[in-house]
Protein backbone atom coordinates (compact mmCIF):
# COMPACT_ATOMS: atom_id res chain seq x y z
CA UNK A 1 0.00 0.00 0.00
CA UNK A 2 1.07 3.56 -0.65
CA UNK A 3 0.39 6.59 2.19
CA UNK A 4 -2.26 8.99 0.52
CA UNK A 5 -1.59 12.61 1.52
CA UNK A 6 -4.85 12.58 4.37
CA UNK A 7 -3.15 9.58 5.74
CA UNK A 8 -0.09 11.79 5.79
CA UNK A 9 -0.95 14.89 7.61
CA UNK A 10 -3.06 12.14 10.07
CA UNK A 11 0.23 10.64 11.12
CA UNK A 12 1.47 14.73 11.09
CA UNK A 13 -1.47 15.75 13.39
CA UNK A 14 -0.66 12.41 15.66
CA UNK A 15 3.41 12.81 15.57
CA UNK A 16 2.40 16.57 17.34
CA UNK A 17 0.11 15.35 20.03
CA UNK A 18 2.36 12.25 20.86
CA UNK A 19 5.73 14.56 20.33
CA UNK A 20 4.11 17.52 23.04
CA UNK A 21 3.58 14.04 25.74
CA UNK A 22 7.06 13.18 25.07
CA UNK A 23 8.22 16.65 25.72
CA UNK A 24 6.04 16.92 28.76
CA UNK A 25 6.01 13.42 29.93
CA UNK A 26 2.37 13.82 30.89
CA UNK A 27 -0.34 10.99 29.47
CA UNK A 28 2.68 8.55 28.40
CA UNK A 29 1.18 8.22 25.06
CA UNK A 30 4.31 8.47 23.54
CA UNK A 31 5.21 5.46 24.21
CA UNK A 32 5.44 3.26 21.15
CA UNK A 33 3.16 0.79 22.44
CA UNK A 34 0.52 3.59 21.63
CA UNK A 35 2.51 5.21 18.71
CA UNK A 36 1.91 2.01 17.11
CA UNK A 37 -1.52 1.10 17.21
CA UNK A 38 -2.96 5.02 16.98
CA UNK A 39 -0.51 4.81 13.64
CA UNK A 40 -1.85 1.56 12.18
CA UNK A 41 -5.52 2.97 13.16
CA UNK A 42 -4.51 5.21 10.71
CA UNK A 43 -3.08 3.77 8.29
CA UNK A 44 -6.23 1.06 8.16
CA UNK A 45 -4.30 -1.57 9.98
CA UNK A 46 -5.33 -1.81 13.77
CA UNK A 47 -3.59 -5.42 13.91
CA UNK A 48 -0.57 -4.26 12.37
CA UNK A 49 -0.25 -1.26 14.53
CA UNK A 50 -1.27 -3.32 17.77
CA UNK A 51 1.76 -6.55 17.05
CA UNK A 52 4.33 -3.78 16.06
CA UNK A 53 3.67 -1.54 19.34
CA UNK A 54 4.16 -4.73 21.37
CA UNK A 55 7.70 -5.66 19.72
CA UNK A 56 8.95 -2.26 19.61
CA UNK A 57 8.01 -1.54 23.03
CA UNK A 58 9.95 -4.24 23.97
CA UNK A 59 12.95 -3.12 21.91
CA UNK A 60 12.51 0.28 23.58
CA UNK A 61 12.27 -1.12 27.36
CA UNK A 62 14.93 0.06 28.56
CA UNK A 63 16.00 3.02 26.34
CA UNK A 64 14.46 5.56 28.80
CA UNK A 65 15.02 9.41 29.22
CA UNK A 66 15.86 8.97 32.80
CA UNK A 67 19.29 9.57 34.11
CA UNK A 68 19.78 12.33 31.99
CA UNK A 69 20.42 10.27 28.22
CA UNK A 70 17.96 11.05 25.39
CA UNK A 71 17.22 8.03 23.83
CA UNK A 72 16.47 7.35 19.96
CA UNK A 73 12.96 9.08 19.58
CA UNK A 74 9.95 6.73 20.47
CA UNK A 75 7.49 8.64 18.79
CA UNK A 76 9.41 8.17 15.19
CA UNK A 77 10.40 4.61 16.06
CA UNK A 78 6.85 3.92 16.44
CA UNK A 79 5.13 5.77 13.46
CA UNK A 80 7.84 4.53 11.35
CA UNK A 81 7.93 0.76 12.03
CA UNK A 82 4.19 0.66 10.99
CA UNK A 83 4.77 2.99 8.18
CA UNK A 84 7.45 0.60 6.82
CA UNK A 85 5.78 -2.46 7.83
CA UNK A 86 2.56 -1.73 6.26
CA UNK A 87 4.04 -0.09 2.82
CA UNK A 88 6.64 -2.71 2.20
CA UNK A 89 5.18 -5.82 3.77
CA UNK A 90 8.30 -6.43 5.78
CA UNK A 91 7.99 -8.08 9.47
CA UNK A 92 7.24 -5.57 12.52
CA UNK A 93 10.91 -7.09 13.63
CA UNK A 94 12.24 -6.02 10.34
CA UNK A 95 10.55 -2.75 10.06
CA UNK A 96 12.04 -1.58 13.57
CA UNK A 97 15.67 -1.90 12.60
CA UNK A 98 15.00 0.10 9.57
CA UNK A 99 12.71 2.50 11.40
CA UNK A 100 15.82 3.44 14.03
CA UNK A 101 17.49 5.88 11.89
CA UNK A 102 14.60 8.67 12.00
CA UNK A 103 14.40 7.63 15.91
CA UNK A 104 18.07 9.03 16.22
CA UNK A 105 16.95 12.07 13.45
CA UNK A 106 14.41 13.22 16.02
CA UNK A 107 16.73 12.32 19.05
CA UNK A 108 19.55 14.51 17.68
CA UNK A 109 17.12 17.16 17.02
CA UNK A 110 15.86 17.20 20.56
CA UNK A 111 19.36 17.55 21.99
CA UNK A 112 19.62 20.24 19.72
CA UNK A 113 17.08 22.00 21.38
CA UNK A 114 18.18 20.77 24.61
CA UNK A 115 21.07 22.80 24.84
CA UNK A 116 19.70 25.81 22.40
CA UNK A 117 16.96 26.49 24.73
CA UNK A 118 19.15 27.93 26.99
CA UNK A 119 18.94 31.19 24.76
CA UNK A 120 15.86 31.62 25.59
CA UNK A 121 16.44 31.49 30.18
CA UNK A 122 18.00 35.40 29.87
CA UNK A 123 14.69 36.45 28.63
CA UNK A 124 12.79 34.47 31.41
CA UNK A 125 15.14 35.46 33.96
CA UNK A 126 14.33 39.33 32.64
CA UNK A 127 10.25 38.66 32.97
CA UNK A 128 10.85 37.22 36.42
CA UNK A 129 13.10 40.18 37.60
CA UNK A 130 9.98 42.53 36.30
CA UNK A 131 7.62 40.23 38.14
CA UNK A 132 5.84 40.10 34.83
CA UNK A 133 4.05 36.92 35.16
CA UNK A 134 1.88 37.94 31.73
CA UNK A 135 5.11 37.66 29.56
CA UNK A 136 6.76 34.34 31.69
CA UNK A 137 4.02 32.73 30.66
CA UNK A 138 3.35 33.26 27.18
CA UNK A 139 7.37 32.79 26.22
CA UNK A 140 6.41 28.99 27.49
CA UNK A 141 4.50 29.29 24.80
CA UNK A 142 7.60 29.72 22.21
CA UNK A 143 9.37 26.29 23.02
CA UNK A 144 6.59 24.28 22.86
CA UNK A 145 5.47 25.17 19.99
CA UNK A 146 9.15 24.67 18.35
CA UNK A 147 8.76 21.44 19.64
CA UNK A 148 5.88 20.03 18.37
CA UNK A 149 5.91 21.40 15.02
CA UNK A 150 8.88 19.66 14.68
CA UNK A 151 7.57 16.52 15.43
CA UNK A 152 4.61 17.68 12.95
CA UNK A 153 7.46 17.90 10.28
CA UNK A 154 9.76 15.55 10.59
CA UNK A 155 7.19 12.43 11.16
CA UNK A 156 5.38 14.06 7.88
CA UNK A 157 8.29 14.08 5.51
CA UNK A 158 9.00 10.58 7.04
CA UNK A 159 6.13 8.61 6.33
CA UNK A 160 4.65 10.48 3.68
CA UNK A 161 7.24 12.20 1.32
CA UNK A 162 10.27 9.67 1.95
CA UNK A 163 8.02 6.25 1.32
CA UNK A 164 9.31 5.78 -2.68
CA UNK A 165 12.62 6.23 -1.82
CA UNK A 166 12.48 3.66 1.61
CA UNK A 167 10.09 1.15 -0.24
CA UNK A 168 12.86 0.92 -3.73
CA UNK A 169 15.30 0.50 -0.66
CA UNK A 170 13.64 -1.84 1.05
CA UNK A 171 12.81 -4.05 -1.79
CA UNK A 172 16.59 -4.30 -3.00
CA UNK A 173 17.41 -5.37 0.29
CA UNK A 174 19.33 -8.84 0.30
CA UNK A 175 17.91 -11.40 1.88
CA UNK A 176 20.46 -11.94 4.98
CA UNK A 177 20.21 -8.29 5.13
CA UNK A 178 16.74 -8.03 5.90
CA UNK A 179 17.03 -11.14 8.40
CA UNK A 180 19.99 -9.15 9.68
CA UNK A 181 17.54 -6.71 10.73
CA UNK A 182 15.26 -8.77 12.06
CA UNK A 183 17.58 -10.25 14.33
CA UNK A 184 18.87 -6.95 15.58
CA UNK A 185 15.21 -6.01 16.84
CA UNK A 186 15.36 -8.95 18.85
CA UNK A 187 18.65 -8.08 20.13
CA UNK A 188 17.97 -4.58 20.71
CA UNK A 189 16.04 -4.74 23.69
CA UNK A 190 19.60 -5.50 25.39
CA UNK A 191 20.65 -2.25 24.83
CA UNK A 192 17.89 -1.02 27.19
CA UNK A 193 19.01 -3.05 30.08
CA UNK A 194 22.51 -2.76 29.98
CA UNK A 195 21.37 0.78 30.23
CA UNK A 196 19.23 0.46 33.16
CA UNK A 197 21.63 -1.94 34.94
CA UNK A 198 24.30 0.82 34.62
CA UNK A 199 21.60 2.81 36.77
CA UNK A 200 20.88 0.44 39.04
CA UNK A 201 22.76 -2.54 39.25
CA UNK A 202 24.82 -2.58 42.56
CA UNK A 203 26.77 -5.60 43.99
CA UNK A 204 24.71 -5.99 46.44
CA UNK A 205 21.24 -6.22 43.95
CA UNK A 206 23.08 -8.94 41.80
CA UNK A 207 21.04 -11.86 43.44
CA UNK A 208 17.80 -10.42 42.63
CA UNK A 209 18.81 -9.77 39.12
CA UNK A 210 19.96 -13.04 38.72
CA UNK A 211 16.51 -14.57 40.42
CA UNK A 212 14.57 -12.99 37.85
CA UNK A 213 16.44 -14.13 35.51
CA UNK A 214 15.96 -18.23 36.73
CA UNK A 215 12.82 -17.77 37.08
CA UNK A 216 11.65 -16.72 34.12
CA UNK A 217 13.82 -18.67 32.13
CA UNK A 218 12.42 -21.95 33.88
CA UNK A 219 8.79 -20.87 34.00
CA UNK A 220 6.67 -21.00 30.58
CA UNK A 221 4.72 -18.12 30.78
CA UNK A 222 3.95 -15.63 28.33
CA UNK A 223 4.51 -12.26 30.37
CA UNK A 224 6.75 -10.85 33.25
CA UNK A 225 3.90 -10.97 35.71
CA UNK A 226 5.09 -14.16 37.81
CA UNK A 227 8.64 -12.89 38.10
CA UNK A 228 7.20 -9.12 38.89
CA UNK A 229 5.43 -10.65 41.96
CA UNK A 230 8.32 -12.39 43.16
CA UNK A 231 9.83 -9.02 42.96
CA UNK A 232 7.06 -7.79 45.25
CA UNK A 233 7.78 -10.78 47.66
CA UNK A 234 11.40 -9.48 48.29
CA UNK A 235 10.62 -5.86 48.04
CA UNK A 236 7.94 -6.66 50.97
CA UNK A 237 10.01 -8.77 52.95
CA UNK A 238 13.27 -6.18 52.43
CA UNK A 239 10.46 -3.34 53.61
CA UNK A 240 9.91 -4.73 56.86
CA UNK A 241 13.39 -5.70 57.65
CA UNK A 242 14.76 -2.26 56.91
CA UNK A 243 12.01 -0.93 59.15
CA UNK A 244 13.05 -3.01 62.05
CA UNK A 245 17.03 -2.52 61.30
CA UNK A 246 15.93 1.69 61.01
CA UNK A 247 14.05 1.27 64.48
CA UNK A 248 17.02 -0.59 66.44
CA UNK A 249 19.70 1.68 65.06
CA UNK A 250 18.16 4.50 66.43
CA UNK A 251 18.03 2.59 69.77
CA UNK A 252 21.50 1.95 69.55
CA UNK A 253 21.87 5.52 68.74
CA UNK A 254 19.92 6.53 72.18
CA UNK A 255 21.74 4.46 74.22
CA UNK A 256 25.00 5.41 72.62
CA UNK A 257 24.48 8.93 73.47
CA UNK A 258 23.21 7.90 77.04
CA UNK A 259 26.77 6.81 77.55
CA UNK A 260 28.24 9.51 77.05
CA UNK A 261 26.24 10.91 79.32
CA UNK A 262 27.12 8.55 82.25
CA UNK A 263 30.80 8.72 81.33
CA UNK A 264 30.75 12.40 81.52
CA UNK A 265 28.97 12.13 85.28
CA UNK A 266 31.62 9.55 86.36
CA UNK B 1 20.89 11.94 53.92
CA UNK B 2 22.68 15.05 55.45
CA UNK B 3 20.42 17.62 56.37
CA UNK B 4 22.29 20.84 56.25
CA UNK B 5 19.22 23.11 57.03
CA UNK B 6 18.11 21.11 59.57
CA UNK B 7 18.14 23.88 62.31
CA UNK B 8 16.36 26.20 60.50
CA UNK B 9 13.37 23.79 59.11
CA UNK B 10 12.72 23.01 63.06
CA UNK B 11 12.94 26.45 63.57
CA UNK B 12 9.85 26.81 60.37
CA UNK B 13 8.05 23.91 62.20
CA UNK B 14 7.87 25.21 65.75
CA UNK B 15 6.74 28.63 64.40
CA UNK B 16 4.14 26.80 62.75
CA UNK B 17 2.77 25.53 65.77
CA UNK B 18 1.64 28.61 67.04
CA UNK B 19 -0.32 30.16 64.22
CA UNK B 20 -3.30 28.30 63.63
CA UNK B 21 -3.30 27.54 59.16
CA UNK B 22 -5.47 30.10 57.19
CA UNK B 23 -5.76 28.27 53.76
CA UNK B 24 -5.34 30.51 50.80
CA UNK B 25 -6.43 28.20 48.35
CA UNK B 26 -9.71 26.24 47.90
CA UNK B 27 -9.57 22.14 47.50
CA UNK B 28 -10.14 22.62 43.66
CA UNK B 29 -7.17 25.25 43.44
CA UNK B 30 -4.65 23.00 45.17
CA UNK B 31 -5.75 20.15 42.44
CA UNK B 32 -5.06 22.24 39.51
CA UNK B 33 -1.86 22.46 41.17
CA UNK B 34 -1.34 19.17 40.25
CA UNK B 35 -2.44 19.15 37.14
CA UNK B 36 -0.47 21.93 36.24
CA UNK B 37 2.60 20.24 37.60
CA UNK B 38 2.59 18.22 34.38
CA UNK B 39 4.35 21.81 32.78
CA UNK B 40 7.36 21.49 34.40
CA UNK B 41 9.10 20.36 31.33
CA UNK B 42 7.89 22.93 29.14
CA UNK B 43 10.95 24.63 28.35
CA UNK B 44 13.37 22.09 29.20
CA UNK B 45 17.35 23.17 28.44
CA UNK B 46 20.38 21.77 29.91
CA UNK B 47 21.30 25.02 31.47
CA UNK B 48 18.29 25.34 33.91
CA UNK B 49 16.15 21.92 33.43
CA UNK B 50 12.81 22.19 34.91
CA UNK B 51 13.52 25.83 35.97
CA UNK B 52 11.10 28.10 33.40
CA UNK B 53 8.32 24.87 33.28
CA UNK B 54 8.56 25.17 36.93
CA UNK B 55 8.33 28.61 37.66
CA UNK B 56 5.00 28.74 35.46
CA UNK B 57 3.24 25.93 36.57
CA UNK B 58 3.27 27.74 40.14
CA UNK B 59 2.90 31.25 39.05
CA UNK B 60 -1.02 31.66 39.14
CA UNK B 61 -0.30 30.39 42.58
CA UNK B 62 1.95 32.96 43.47
CA UNK B 63 0.47 35.62 41.96
CA UNK B 64 -2.50 35.34 44.29
CA UNK B 65 0.15 34.88 47.45
CA UNK B 66 1.83 38.39 46.60
CA UNK B 67 -1.21 39.75 44.74
CA UNK B 68 -0.73 43.40 47.18
CA UNK B 69 3.22 42.75 47.43
CA UNK B 70 5.08 43.44 43.62
CA UNK B 71 8.33 42.65 45.34
CA UNK B 72 7.15 39.40 46.74
CA UNK B 73 6.10 38.00 43.48
CA UNK B 74 9.71 39.32 41.62
CA UNK B 75 11.78 37.15 44.08
CA UNK B 76 9.78 34.58 44.16
CA UNK B 77 9.70 34.25 40.24
CA UNK B 78 14.06 34.93 40.44
CA UNK B 79 14.42 32.40 43.51
CA UNK B 80 12.98 29.83 41.02
CA UNK B 81 14.83 30.20 37.95
CA UNK B 82 17.44 28.51 39.54
CA UNK B 83 18.22 25.01 38.01
CA UNK B 84 15.84 22.27 38.91
CA UNK B 85 16.16 18.69 38.37
CA UNK B 86 14.04 15.78 39.62
CA UNK B 87 11.53 13.59 39.26
CA UNK B 88 8.26 15.01 37.07
CA UNK B 89 5.85 12.48 38.70
CA UNK B 90 6.86 13.30 42.47
CA UNK B 91 6.48 17.43 41.50
CA UNK B 92 3.26 17.67 42.53
CA UNK B 93 4.06 16.54 46.48
CA UNK B 94 7.28 18.98 46.01
CA UNK B 95 5.09 21.90 44.45
CA UNK B 96 2.31 21.67 47.69
CA UNK B 97 4.79 21.56 50.03
CA UNK B 98 6.83 24.55 48.89
CA UNK B 99 3.28 26.15 48.04
CA UNK B 100 2.34 26.08 51.70
CA UNK B 101 5.60 27.55 53.28
CA UNK B 102 5.45 30.02 50.21
CA UNK B 103 1.97 30.98 51.62
CA UNK B 104 3.05 31.20 55.43
CA UNK B 105 6.12 33.40 53.73
CA UNK B 106 9.03 31.57 55.34
CA UNK B 107 12.32 33.12 54.67
CA UNK B 108 13.11 32.96 51.13
CA UNK B 109 16.75 31.26 52.02
CA UNK B 110 15.02 28.47 53.82
CA UNK B 111 13.09 27.69 50.97
CA UNK B 112 16.03 27.53 49.08
CA UNK B 113 18.03 25.52 50.69
CA UNK B 114 15.12 22.56 51.52
CA UNK B 115 14.79 22.88 47.94
CA UNK B 116 18.84 21.94 46.93
CA UNK B 117 18.25 19.61 49.87
CA UNK B 118 15.39 17.52 48.81
CA UNK B 119 15.06 17.58 45.20
CA UNK B 120 18.47 15.62 44.35
CA UNK B 121 17.56 12.88 46.67
CA UNK B 122 13.78 13.01 45.13
CA UNK B 123 15.22 12.61 41.31
CA UNK B 124 16.63 8.98 41.98
CA UNK B 125 13.42 7.15 43.97
CA UNK B 126 11.58 8.67 41.33
CA UNK B 127 13.93 7.34 38.63
CA UNK B 128 13.68 3.92 40.49
CA UNK B 129 10.21 3.91 40.71
CA UNK B 130 8.84 5.23 37.57
CA UNK B 131 11.19 4.39 34.79
CA UNK B 132 13.17 1.71 36.70
CA UNK B 133 9.80 -0.28 38.07
CA UNK B 134 7.08 0.75 36.83
CA UNK B 135 7.61 0.88 32.84
CA UNK B 136 9.16 -2.24 32.60
CA UNK B 137 6.76 -4.09 34.49
CA UNK B 138 3.57 -1.99 32.92
CA UNK B 139 5.95 -2.23 29.04
CA UNK B 140 6.15 -5.87 29.81
CA UNK B 141 3.10 -6.93 30.52
CA UNK B 142 1.45 -5.00 28.11
CA UNK B 143 3.61 -5.66 24.97
CA UNK B 144 3.21 -9.78 26.12
CA UNK B 145 -0.14 -8.98 24.95
CA UNK B 146 -0.33 -7.11 22.03
CA UNK B 147 2.47 -8.85 20.67
CA UNK B 148 -0.20 -11.96 19.42
CA UNK B 149 -2.32 -8.68 17.96
CA UNK B 150 -4.64 -8.29 20.87
CA UNK B 151 -5.65 -4.65 21.48
CA UNK B 152 -6.03 -5.13 25.50
CA UNK B 153 -2.54 -4.92 25.48
CA UNK B 154 -1.88 -0.86 24.64
CA UNK B 155 -5.36 -0.62 26.62
CA UNK B 156 -3.80 -1.75 29.62
CA UNK B 157 -0.92 0.31 29.36
CA UNK B 158 -3.00 3.68 28.58
CA UNK B 159 -5.15 2.88 31.74
CA UNK B 160 -2.26 2.54 34.21
CA UNK B 161 -0.37 5.61 32.89
CA UNK B 162 -3.65 7.47 33.09
CA UNK B 163 -3.96 6.15 36.66
CA UNK B 164 -0.72 7.89 37.31
CA UNK B 165 -1.52 11.57 35.73
CA UNK B 166 -4.75 11.76 38.07
CA UNK B 167 -2.47 10.56 41.08
CA UNK B 168 -1.06 14.04 40.93
CA UNK B 169 -3.32 15.50 42.47
CA UNK B 170 -3.63 14.10 45.50
CA UNK B 171 -0.39 13.88 45.67
CA UNK B 172 -0.47 17.66 45.49
CA UNK B 173 -2.54 17.98 48.35
CA UNK B 174 -0.50 15.63 50.04
CA UNK B 175 2.70 17.69 49.86
CA UNK B 176 0.05 20.98 50.86
CA UNK B 177 -1.63 19.09 53.65
CA UNK B 178 1.09 17.89 55.11
CA UNK B 179 3.68 20.92 54.54
CA UNK B 180 6.55 20.91 56.29
CA UNK B 181 6.11 17.54 58.09
CA UNK B 182 6.53 16.34 54.51
CA UNK B 183 10.20 16.05 54.75
CA UNK B 184 9.70 14.19 57.74
CA UNK B 185 7.69 11.63 55.75
CA UNK B 186 9.61 11.87 52.89
CA UNK B 187 13.44 12.01 55.13
CA UNK B 188 11.92 8.71 57.27
CA UNK B 189 10.78 6.56 53.94
CA UNK B 190 13.78 7.66 50.97
CA UNK B 191 16.21 5.61 51.60
CA UNK B 192 14.00 2.35 52.27
CA UNK B 193 11.65 3.02 49.42
CA UNK B 194 14.62 3.25 46.72
CA UNK B 195 16.09 0.04 48.45
CA UNK B 196 12.76 -1.75 47.69
CA UNK B 197 11.93 -0.51 44.52
CA UNK B 198 15.83 -1.21 43.22
CA UNK B 199 15.19 -5.14 44.45
CA UNK B 200 11.85 -5.13 42.62
CA UNK B 201 13.35 -3.63 39.71
CA UNK B 202 16.30 -5.71 39.20
CA UNK B 203 14.47 -9.01 39.76
CA UNK B 204 12.03 -7.54 37.23
CA UNK B 205 14.47 -6.58 34.49
CA UNK B 206 16.24 -9.98 35.51
CA UNK B 207 13.01 -11.78 34.03
CA UNK B 208 12.80 -9.35 31.01
CA UNK B 209 16.61 -10.13 30.05
CA UNK B 210 15.85 -13.80 30.08
CA UNK B 211 11.92 -13.16 28.31
CA UNK B 212 12.90 -10.72 25.42
CA UNK B 213 16.32 -10.37 24.35
CA UNK B 214 16.21 -12.77 21.90
CA UNK B 215 19.52 -14.73 20.47
CA UNK B 216 19.70 -18.09 18.96
CA UNK B 217 22.34 -20.05 16.72
CA UNK B 218 21.36 -21.93 14.19
CA UNK B 219 24.31 -23.45 13.35
CA UNK B 220 25.74 -27.16 13.67
CA UNK B 221 29.23 -28.02 14.58
CA UNK B 222 30.29 -31.47 12.83
CA UNK B 223 29.18 -33.31 9.53
CA UNK B 224 26.55 -35.79 8.49
CA UNK B 225 24.61 -37.69 11.16
CA UNK B 226 27.34 -36.66 13.75
CA UNK B 227 26.33 -32.77 13.95
CA UNK B 228 24.91 -31.34 16.94
CA UNK B 229 23.37 -27.79 16.85
CA UNK B 230 25.07 -25.51 18.97
CA UNK B 231 22.09 -23.83 20.43
CA UNK B 232 20.02 -26.71 21.19
CA UNK B 233 22.59 -29.62 22.31
CA UNK B 234 25.28 -27.45 24.09
CA UNK B 235 24.37 -24.15 25.06
CA UNK B 236 20.74 -24.44 26.20
CA UNK B 237 21.78 -27.85 27.82
CA UNK B 238 24.08 -25.33 30.47
CA UNK B 239 21.40 -22.84 30.44
CA UNK B 240 18.68 -21.57 28.58
CA UNK B 241 19.08 -17.68 27.96
CA UNK B 242 22.84 -17.49 28.30
CA UNK B 243 23.64 -15.87 24.91
CA UNK B 244 21.46 -12.60 26.33
CA UNK B 245 22.72 -12.98 29.74
CA UNK B 246 26.06 -12.48 28.75
CA UNK B 247 25.55 -10.24 25.95
CA UNK B 248 23.44 -7.70 28.07
CA UNK B 249 26.44 -7.81 30.59
CA UNK B 250 29.11 -7.17 27.83
CA UNK B 251 26.91 -4.01 26.97
CA UNK B 252 27.34 -3.36 30.39
CA UNK B 253 30.43 -3.82 30.79
CA UNK B 254 31.01 -0.97 28.00
CA UNK B 255 28.36 1.30 28.91
CA UNK B 256 31.01 1.38 32.14
CA UNK B 257 33.78 1.88 30.11
CA UNK B 258 31.98 5.07 28.89
CA UNK B 259 30.66 3.78 25.78
CA UNK B 260 28.11 6.09 24.28
CA UNK B 261 24.56 3.57 23.79
CA UNK B 262 24.44 4.51 20.62
CA UNK B 263 27.35 2.94 19.98
CA UNK B 264 26.01 0.09 21.61
CA UNK B 265 22.74 0.13 18.91
CA UNK B 266 25.24 0.29 16.24
CA UNK B 267 27.27 -2.32 17.69
CA UNK B 268 23.94 -4.50 17.96
CA UNK B 269 23.07 -3.67 14.20
CA UNK B 270 26.39 -4.71 12.94
CA UNK B 271 26.61 -7.91 15.12
CA UNK B 272 23.15 -8.74 13.67
CA UNK B 273 23.81 -8.35 10.59
CA UNK B 274 27.25 -10.28 10.42
CA UNK B 275 26.05 -13.30 11.89
CA UNK B 276 23.00 -13.43 9.64
CA UNK B 277 25.54 -12.62 6.41
CA UNK B 278 27.90 -16.04 7.86
CA UNK B 279 24.67 -18.02 8.72
CA UNK B 280 24.85 -18.37 12.29
CA UNK B 281 21.93 -16.88 13.77
Known amino acids: MTITLTQGILIAVWAMVAGLDCWLQAFYIFRPIIVCTITGLILGDLQLGVIAGGLTELAFAGLTPAGGTQPPNTVLCGIMTVVIAATNKTAPTTAIGLSLPFAMLMQYILLFYYSSFSLFMSKFDKYAEEGNARSFKRLNYIPLTIVVLSFGIVAFLSAYAAQAPMHQLVTSMPQWLTHGFELAGGILPAVGFAMLLKVMLKAQYFPYLLIGFVIASMIPFSNVLPVALIGVVFAMIEYYRSRKDAKVEAKMKELETKGDDMEDGI | MTWKMVSKVEDVKSDKKDTKKKSLFTKHEISMLGIRSNL ?180 KVGTGSGAISLQKQLLDKIFPNLLPFAFVFFLYWLLRKKVSPIWLIVLTFVLAILMSAIGWM
Open chain 2, 40 to 219: VQASFSYERMHAPGWTWAQLPFWEKIYKDDKQGLKDVMTDNMEFINSSPPLYPILMGLLLTMEEDHVDRTTIKGLKNALFGPMAGIGDAIFWFTIMPITGGIAASIAKNGNVLGPLLFFAVYVFLFWSRIPLAHLGYNLGTRAIDVIEDNSKIISHVASILGLTVIGGLIASYVKMSLVI
